[in-house]
């Protein structure tokens, strides 16, 4: 899918406080490219990257998804734009403790216009895919950080998102179980997704197409020189 960001900005605001989570940033991702978001803590990364995947809403600024203006939805349009179009897969997974793996799994093809069969064979597919099948009965807080991780991305695909954003997907993996979840963000790439990955690490954005480095709310050209 084709995101063109223009101008965007995000103020939050406080009784007492005001931040400006993103000031005027302006990008373009082109259908099919994998694009790593980078910059330190607290620069407006995650703020980004619930824009983009529609979670939350810029204060001013144009945001089009395949040439669709989406940057003043409500909530309720978000959510329906969202539905089998965009896999989220968050930094400290969310997921449910009190369903199974697989209902857990399931949740975005609750709506969608899909057969039980069709929904049960995709969500059997996108654990095997994450060599998570073993784990399909247990709660979330039975598996390590690991398998939560793979569970967390499984349910991003399950839908088969034309677009994927992942906020820190290898941020609470050890290099073996990183370097996995790389591969797989690389084969999700190679069939075709769209990918947007916020990270820390040089090793992982190096999988990606282009990075954008963001610095105190702003797009840098590079970031090292800021650092
Ligand atoms: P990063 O992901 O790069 O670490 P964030 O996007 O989470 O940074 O945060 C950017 C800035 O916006 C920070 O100063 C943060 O404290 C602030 N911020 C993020 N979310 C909120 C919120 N819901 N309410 C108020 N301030 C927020
Ligand atoms: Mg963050």
Redesign the pocket.
């Known amino acids: 899918m084709r995101l063109q960001v223009k101008n965007l900005s995000?103020v939050?605001?406080?009784d007492t406080?005001q931040?400006n989570?993103?000031s005027n940033v302006t990008f373009d991702i082109a259908d099919g490219d994998f694009v790593a978001i980078m910059?330190?803590?607290?620069?407006?990364?995650?703020?980004?990257?619930?824009i983009l995947g529609l979670l939350d809403n810029p204060t001013s600024g144009s945001y089009l998804i395949d040439g669709t203006e989406v940057a003043n939805l409500r909530e309720s349009g978000r959510t329906d734009f969202r539905k089998g179009r965009i896999g989220f897969v968050f930094?400290s997974f969310n997921l449910i403790d009190t369903m199974s793996i697989y209902d857990n799994i399931m949740l975005p093809l609750n709506n969608l216009p899909l057969s039980r069969t069709e929904k049960r064979t995709r969500v059997d597919e996108a654990m095997k895919r994450m060599g998570i099948s073993h784990r399909s009965g247990h709660r979330p807080q039975q598996l390590s950080g690991g398998q939560q991780q793979r569970a967390a991305i499984a349910r991003a695909i399950v839908s088969k998102p034309g677009l994927i954003l992942a906020?820190e997907p290898t941020g609470n993996l050890d290099s073996t179980n990183g370097a996995e979840v790389m591969a797989l963000l690389d084969e999700l790439h190679r069939d075709g997704a769209t990918i947007v990955m916020?990270t820390h690490s040089q090793k992982d954005a190096a999988h990606a197409d282009r990075i954008i480095n963001?610095f105190d709310?702003q797009l840098v050209e590079n970031l090292n020189d800021k650092l």
């Open positions: 995000k939050f605001r406080t406080l931040t989570a993103l910059g330190p803590s607290g620069c407006g990364k995650s703020t980004l990257l619930n930094q906020d916020v963001l709310g």
